[in-house]
T-cell receptor
Framework: AQRVTQPEKLLSVFKGAPVELKCNYSYSGSPELFWYVQYSRQRLQLLLRHISRESIKGFTADLNKGETSFHLKKPFAQEEDSAMYYCALSEGGSNYKLTFGKGTLLTVNP | SQTIHQWPATLVQPVGSPLSLECTVEGTSNPNLYWYRQAAGRGLQLLFYSVGIGQISSEVPQNLSASRPQDRQFILSSKKLLLSDSGFYLC????????????FGPGTRLTVT
């Protein structure tokens, strides 16, 4: 069965520092991968999807199939980036489900 | 644009009482619908999903059930709540074609006393 691992429950950085939230997955096929973010008192929302190869709010994520990773990166963290981040995997095909990691709480200190 | 609603936002219920949480989606048709429970440090646990009216798939055996009486309505129910049913419940929808990204409602905080 597929699995998504976010090894860090908590991550704390200072404003202006680079940040990397790790995500590793186990799946034998070609997955679709996503990052979701939940700011304080807001609903869970899609941050970015690997298929779009986009940069949202300065965040990027590259799918590394060799290392089965999909780490989320931002070169200069901002205080408003403080939130809970979830990595998610879709098998695609006829399987509509997403498998979520347990999340990483990012705190950006002033 | 599409929107997803959940109600109530918060609910306090005694043990043994029934439960009904409702989720509706606007602005799209034939969505896939999902119920999750979110717990701190445990991520999101998929409870049920539905690909059409009356079609429900259960992911975790438990005290809960789900129904989809209309295309864009998804209901989470229980006949008798347990203390362990307390939690934060999220509804989500996705399109039926790739890449199946899901869009979430605001959630319901359920406290069973």
């Amino acid at each position: 069965a597929q699995r998504v691992t976010q090894p860090e429950k908590l991550l704390s950085v200072f404003k202006g520092a680079p940040v990397e939230l790790k995500c590793n997955y186990s799946y034998s096929g070609s997955p679709e991968l996503f990052w979701y973010v939940q700011y304080s008192r807001q609903r869970l929302q899609l941050l970015l999807r690997h298929i779009s190869r986009e940069s949202i709010k300065g965040f990027t994520a590259d799918l590394n199939k060799g290392e089965t990773s999909f780490h989320l990166k931002k070169p200069f963290a901002q205080e408003e980036d403080s939130a809970m981040y979830y990595c998610a995997l879709s098998e695609g095909g006829s399987n509509y489900k997403l498998t979520f990691g347990k999340g990483t709480l990012l705190t950006v200190n002033p | 644009s599409q929107t997803i609603h959940q109600w109530p936002a918060t609910l306090v219920q005694p043990v043994g009482s029934p439960l009904s949480l409702e989720c509706t989606v606007e602005g799209t048709s034939n969505p896939n619908l999902y119920w999750y429970r979110q717990a701190a440090g445990r991520g999101l646990q998929l409870l049920f999903y539905s690909v059409g009216i009356g079609q429900i798939s259960s992911e975790v055996p438990q005290n809960l059930s789900a129904s989809r009486p209309q295309d864009r309505q998804f209901i989470l129910s229980s006949k008798k709540l347990l203390l362990s049913d307390s939690g934060f419940y999220l509804c989500a929808w996705s399109r039926r074609y790739l890449p199946y990204e899901q869009y979430f409602g605001p959630g319901t905080r359920l406290t069973v006393t």
